[in-house]
């Protein structure tokens, strides 16, 4: 929990030097560092249009990062999920150790868990399929990413439902 307050630290850290406002809000009581997660209080920040950016997880044990984003997504009623990793998409075994690996632009929840892939945990993403928040899979590594995918390019994979 403690390492996704010092990355949130870091990204607010960045945001500001580009001007733009963020909030770093936090699931366990933190307050010489961020505000304390606050439901009402995030939805406000959003609505000034500052970045809300969440760390801690959900402060309890046995639930993951992962499943903490994709709570606080629906809680602030997201249209998507960006989960940054080390490669850009999801794979059908690891890219890093089997240069054979074949990479899947496009799955839904259901194929996703059934194939028990690994990028992210069988409750996120089963909390996501509840629902319909698609999740994006990109490299977080390359620094133009983020942007690219908001402007509907790069490399990535989604998780979303099957049309």
Known sequence: MLGT???SLA???NLKK???ESRVMTAISINR???PYIKNKASNHLEKNRVVIFASGTGNPF???DTAAV???SEMKSDVILKGTKV???YDKDPINNKDAKKISEISYSDYLNKE???MDATAISLAKDRSLPIIIFSILKSSNIIDIVEGKGSYSIIKENK
């Open 33 to 35: 560092v961020a505000e």
């Open 63 to 65: 639930f993951s990062t």
């Open 18 to 20: 580009i001007g733009v």
């Open 5 to 7: 307050v010092i990355n």
């Open 117 to 119: 892939i690994k990028v």
């Open 71 to 73: 709570l606080r997504a």
């Open 88 to 90: 850009d998409g999801i």
């Open 11 to 13: 990204l607010q850290s």
